[in-house]
């Protein structure tokens, strides 16, 4: 079956870092594109950062350019997501989520950051 298991979230001070992993199994990871989005408390899901099948392209949102970068392993099924100078805004549950055009999506179940001021 199908899995997509997030960690590496927790609390972290603002200026901190983190880095989240996504370990995956039940599919065939390196033929689907990885994403990264995040759900604040109230707010709606938002795309956060994407990542082709080779790992050759990447694409942020602006809010988050230049600090976090997303990158996977196809060996070990896993994408990681590299979150430098946290700020409180960054606060939400972080879901990983599998693309591939006419196929089945997947999502994981999240994983929460929090970052204090």
């Known amino acids: 079956q199908v899995q997509l298991v997030e960690s590496g979230g927790g609390l972290v001070e603002s200026g901190g870092s983190l880095r989240l992993s996504c370990a995956t199994s039940?599919?065939?990871?390196?033929?689907?594109?990885m994403k990264w989005y995040r759900q604040a408390p109230g707010k709606e899901r938002e795309f956060v950062a994407f990542?082709?099948?080779?790992?050759?392209?990447?694409m942020y949102a602006e809010s988050v350019k230049g600090r976090f970068t997303i990158s996977r392993d196809n060996a070990k099924n896993t994408v990681y997501l590299h979150m430098h100078s946290l700020k409180p805004k960054d606060t939400a549950v972080y879901y990983c989520h599998a693309h591939r055009s006419n196929s089945m999506n997947y999502w994981g179940q999240g994983t929460q950051v929090t970052v204090s001021s």
């Open positions: 990542i082709t099948t080779t790992g050759g392209g990447t």
């Open positions: 039940g599919f065939t990871f390196s033929s689907y594109a």
